[in-house]
């Protein structure tokens, strides 16, 4: 069993950059794929970006259009998203996630954490 605790969010200006952190509790976090989604306000959970178990392959969310990039740190059980050049459009409540299956389909997921919102204004 793994616990997801999301932190790095917050409220930016439009092109500015974030990077959110994903701790991990627990015995095995280097047996899990790690994914980050995110939610806005009256929308569907949308696949962000996934990271295999060792970090050598990623995969990438079409909304993200490049500015995104996943990476983990197994011996500190992290796992981040780093976000450039924001728009409005990224504001959401982003969502980590460990799961067995590297895509972007969420029943792959078991364990999620609280999500910690991220809001970009002009």
């Known amino acids: 069993q793994v616990q997801l605790v999301e932190s790095g969010g917050g409220l930016v200006q439009v092109g500015e950059s974030l990077r959110l952190s994903c701790a991990a509790s627990g015995r095995a976090f280097g047996t899990y794929v790690m994914g980050w989604f995110r939610q806005g306000l009256g929308e569907e959970r949308d696949f962000v970006a996934a990271?295999?178990?060792?970090?050598?392959?990623?995969n990438y969310g079409g909304t993200t259009g490049g500015r995104f990039t996943i990476s983990r740190d197994n011996a500190k059980n992290l796992v981040y998203l780093q976000m450039d050049n924001l728009g409005p459009e990224d504001t959401a409540v982003y969502y980590c996630?460990?799961?067995?299956?590297?895509?972007?389909?969420?029943?792959?997921?078991?364990?999620w954490g609280q999500g910690t919102r991220v809001t970009v204004s002009s």
């Open positions: 996630a460990a799961g067995g299956t590297l895509g972007s389909d969420p029943s792959t997921y078991n364990h």
């Open positions: 990271i295999s178990r060792s970090g050598g392959m990623a």
